[in-house]
């Protein structure tokens, strides 16, 4: 025990950290606790704060699985302030469901770290805690409702190297100081608040700054030059979701060689991709989705070997991609989607880390020839809505991880591929709006969507991120039609997402009754082709179906009955082809299809169609008459608009009666008024006829 009163092994912790000594970690932690609980003379209850943990931990290390020993103090207003035996001896406190402030924080002056992430703290920003803590590392206040603008300390914190205050309700500006005031910061984090104004200049002057996170806010404005110019240890900038504006980067104030992420999406930034982010050579992900940049594609992107990730959709970019991309070794996204890109893919691309390609919405062309010929680690081929023609290539049925492909509104011929067979992990599949022929292959039962199978999309990376940064969310997005609407389906929502959309091509030969064990299937549009023969009965296993169109084709026979056993179905289809017999039972989910369900059918009976299925059949069971009128040509009925329009006229003239009658002022005023009224319109007629017809 030493002069403070604490445990004397506790000077001994660092020492002992490198070794295998857990049981001695909380035999002297344990100690120091009761030796801190004294000091509260044993009596701790706990009154806003349910928990207040006092952990060993080395402040700001990726040790997130290290088990650790704990003990829970209470709030209490007369808590000794916490005195370390070093300085390099850290105690963190972790403390949660707290509506306040802990008392006891107000006395404390000699504070390496507070954590009050994840409480439902309000009031506003603790400048106290930097005021009163000058030698404060770390103040943490993640996923509160602290509101008001940012206060900075009273005087220059020279300490502080981690604050992070994402995900509350500040507002107003960043202050213009911030950087004189905070000088020494390595992490800002001010993400998911309500700041506007323009990012200060005086960041710049944090010359140690490696993480700067200010996305999902209401910044404008332009990137600071001094900020660029000097923050040259800067590895992780992240502005996305604000409305910044101009030029991304001028290249004579350009020194952030060091970054490894920039995530700009999101904005409002024009002009070209600035080439003087050639000089951050360590680059790993840039993210300039959904700005107004253009240009072409600058070449020496591939010459960033470090690249892993490069999204940049919804842009008006031109021009070809560039040949250098297969120099890409380690690119695992692609997404230049919603451009103006056009030309060839590149015939060598096939970077072998690759997990996601999205080109859609473009004016890419020719043929698919060997581009990712050998990317094996392929998840997401999204090519639609180009002008690529000529026939699938052989190799998408060796991309075994291939979990969805997307080759809707092409010029694609020839046949369906039986190597689409072997993607045992495909669940969504668009080859729609193409030319393609032949048959449904049997063997596309898509093993991913049988009952017994359990696989989802990888839609985000490994990578997450700086410490201290919003996590890197490579949520990846996905459009698809089902029920006659096309929908865009993302992040948790496409995990769940499966289908198949063979619609609108010259497809022929009966539907393979194999179709009917993708029992896990959301969506199956086969309509707009040649099909025929008739609808298989092991449809009924579409257990899990929400969308089957299966119209516009040749198909005939009777509509299995079994179908109605589908009880998550809300849009079907089976119109315009040479089915007979009866129409579905009117029960669950197909009591509610109408007859645009159905028509085009002239040997289709049963409701609901006007047409019966039987000569009992009463007409009045048919939902005609209730309809025909307001569906011919939306005409009310006249007779009732004739007895409406009388008894309003009628209740008026009476209400004006009953007025005049109750009162004699209005009534004299309204004698005055007709009185006046018909003067004036004596005289009128007497001015204006001849003067023959006066006397």
């Not at 803590?133 to 602290?146: A, I, P």
């Not at 989705?289 to 690249?307: A, C, K, V, Y």
């Not at 082709?529 to 040749?554: A, K, M, R």
């Amino acid at each position: 025990m030493n002069a403070s009163g604490f445990p004397s092994d506790i000077e001994t912790w660092h020492s002992k950290e490198g070794e295998n000594h857990r049981g001695y970690a909380r035999k002297v932690l344990s100690d120091y606790l009761q030796t801190l609980l004294a000091h509260l003379g044993g009596n701790c209850t706990c009154t806003k704060c349910s928990k207040i943990s006092i952990r060993d931990k080395p402040p700001h290390t990726n040790e997130t699985n290290r088990t650790q020993p704990y003990a829970d103090v209470g709030d209490d207003e007369d808590l000794p302030s916490l005195r370390f035996v070093h300085q390099d001896d850290r105690i963190l406190a972790v403390i949660r469901d707290c509506v306040t402030f802990p008392k006891f924080l107000y006395h404390q002056h000699d504070l390496n770290d507070v954590v009050l992430s994840h409480n439902n703290l309000t009031g506003e920003f603790p400048n106290w805690l930097l005021d009163n803590n000058t030698n404060l590392y770390g103040l943490v206040l993640v996923n509160n409702s602290l509101t008001g603008p940012l206060h900075l300390p009273t005087h220059s914190h020279q300490n502080l190297r981690f604050l992070d205050i994402s995900k509350n309700f500040f507002t107003g500006n960043i202050p213009i100081q911030v950087g004189a005031y905070l000088p020494m910061l390595w992490s800002l984090n001010t993400s998911s608040n309500d700041f506007d104004g323009r990012i200060p200049s005086s960041i710049g002057d944090m010359n140690s700054l490696e993480t700067l996170d200010l996305s999902y806010n209401k910044l404008s404005g332009e990137i600071p030059e001094h900020l660029t110019k000097s923050c040259i240890n800067l590895q992780f900038l992240v502005l996305s979701n604000n409305s910044l504006e101009g030029q991304i980067f001028s290249a004579a104030n350009f020194s952030l060689v060091s970054l490894s992420r920039l995530q700009l999406d999101g904005n409002h930034f024009i002009g070209k991709i600035p080439e003087c982010l050639s000089n951050s050579s360590y680059l790993e992900g840039l993210y300039l989705s959904d700005n107004r940049l253009s240009g072409r594609i600058p070449n020496w992107l591939g010459n960033m070997s470090e690249l892993v990730d490069l999204i940049m959709p919804n842009n008006h970019l031109q021009g070809p991609i560039p040949p250098e991309f297969c120099l890409l070794q380690n690119l695992q996204v692609l997404n230049l989607a919603e451009n103006n890109i056009s030309g060839n893919l590149p015939s060598r691309f096939s970077p072998p880390q690759i997990q996601q390609v999205h080109l859609s919405r473009n004016k890419l062309k020719g043929w698919l020839k060997d581009a990712l010929f050998n990317s094996s680690s392929l998840v997401t081929l999204d090519l639609g809505y180009n002008r690529f023609n000529g026939g699938i290539p052989n190799w998408i049925g060796r991309l075994s991880n291939l979990s969805c492909l997307i080759l809707t509104h092409n010029n694609l011929e020839g046949e369906v591929p039986h190597l689409l067979c072997h993607l045992e992990r495909l669940r969504l599949i668009d080859l729609s709006h193409n030319n393609l022929s032949g048959q449904i292959p049997p063997c596309l039962d898509m093993t991913a969507l049988h009952g017994d199978y359990h696989v989802a999309f990888n839609t985000t990376s490994s990578n997450a991120g700086a410490p201290g940064a919003t996590p890197m969310r490579k949520e990846e997005t996905i459009e698809f039609t089902t029920k006659n609407i096309s929908y865009s389906y993302q992040g948790r929502v496409l995990t769940y997402m499966s289908g198949v959309d063979l619609s609108c091509n010259k497809l022929t030969g009966e539907i393979p009754h194999q179709i009917g064990n993708l029992t896990r299937i959301h969506t199956l549009n086969l309509s707009y082709n040649n099909l025929n023969g008739s609808i298989p009965s092991t449809f009924s296993n579409l257990e899990q179906i929400e969308s089957l169109d299966l119209s516009h084709n040749n198909l005939n026979g009777k509509i299995p009955p079994q179908i109605i056993e589908l009880h998550y179905i809300n849009f079907f289809s089976v119109a315009y082809n040479n089915l007979s017999g009866k129409t579905p039972d009117r029960k669950d989910q197909f009591g509610t299809f109408e007859e645009s369900s159905y028509q085009g059918n002239p040997l289709l009976c049963g409701l609901p169609l006007p047409k019966c299925c039987d000569a009992n059949c009463s007409p009045a069971l048919a939902p005609k008459a209730s309809t025909d009128i307001e569906e011919d040509n939306n005409f009310m009925d006249m007779d009732i608009f004739y007895i409406s329009f009388t008894a309003s006229y009628i209740v008026v003239v009476l209400a004006i009666a009953i007025i005049l009658y109750v009162n004699p002022y209005w009534r004299r005023t309204w004698f005055y008024l007709v009185e006046t009224w018909m003067t004036s319109f004596y005289y009128f007629i007497i001015d204006h006829l001849p003067k023959g017809f006066r006397h």
